[in-house]
């Protein structure tokens, strides 16, 4: 596996991930990040979004609670993050929903994103098919999406990563599946909006994004493994964030990836 993964050296770059994410998600993306080893900086507003993606190393924009102001405060940030090279994901929470959400899309892919992190109807949806998804769920597994996933890839330039009972994550050209996880972890709402973050936190200060979308699929992958004798979908989000915190490099190892 030609790909080299590790949580040390994420812990040593410590980087800062500016989140413009929806209300449910705040609070479970901050500490997952924090768990992780990066720092997270909840900065919406388009008064100082972009001031402060000139700060960071890394943006998320999350159109999990859309609003006119918010739209504003991504647009500008990822535009800085476009600028200045760093890794920006774009989470299209929901996009197949409606037409505002939509549109907010089509608007953000012009900034070029590096990574782009959703289920496979918001995948799909991001490719034209209609119907793929109920509100934030996706109808479709990620198994079932791999050629168009690889196809918007290498239409939009970027990385995508396809998160399910299998993760895949694809530029195009090579594709990256990752086995493993828990069944329960779906009951945790907004646990995929903060694997969005994480993935552009793996992705600062690599050349090859679609390594840093992988490792973040990897990273949570192995923490929910280790926390799988809780008792139920609340236990595990807590015990999901004390694995996160103590995963070293050896841990990584021990989670399937094909190619």
């Not at 799909?124 to 196809?151: C, F, N």
């Not at 828990?182 to 992705?203: E, F």
Request: glycine share 10%; proline share 5%.
């Amino acid at each position: 596996m030609p790909y080299e993964f590790s949580v040390t050296t994420l812990r040593g770059r410590n980087p800062l991930v500016q989140c413009i994410t929806n209300y449910v998600s705040m609070d479970l993306a901050a500490n997952l990040l924090n768990a992780a080893g990066a720092s997270p900086a909840m900065v919406h507003d388009a008064h100082e979004a972009a001031e402060f993606a000139g700060l960071a190393d890394a943006v998320v924009a999350n159109i999990g609670t859309p609003s006119p102001a918010w739209a504003d405060g991504m647009l500008a940030a990822t535009a800085v993050a476009h600028r200045r090279g760093i890794p920006w994901v774009l989470d299209p929470v929901a996009v197949g929903a409606t037409g505002y959400r939509r549109d907010l899309a089509a608007r953000l892919l012009e900034n070029r994103p590096t990574v782009i992190r959703g289920n496979a109807g918001e995948i799909l949806a991001l490719a034209g098919v209609a119907g793929a998804s109920r509100g934030v769920d996706s109808a479709a597994g990620s198994e079932e999406v791999g050629d168009r996933a690889a196809k918007l890839a290498e239409q939009l330039g970027c990385v995508i990563a396809v998160s399910g009972a299998t993760d895949l994550v694809t530029d195009g050209s090579r594709n990256l599946l990752i086995d493993g996880g828990d069944p329960r972890a779906p009951m945790i709402t907004a646990l995929g909006c903060a694997l969005s973050a994480l993935t552009a936190a793996c992705c600062v200060g690599r050349p090859d994004p679609l390594a840093g979308a992988a490792q973040a699929m990897i990273m949570m992958t192995a923490a929910v493994q280790r926390a799988g004798d809780a008792a139920g979908p609340g236990s595990l989000r807590w015990r999901l964030l004390d694995e996160l915190s103590t995963l070293d490099d050896a841990a990584l190892a021990t989670v399937p990836v094909r190619s």
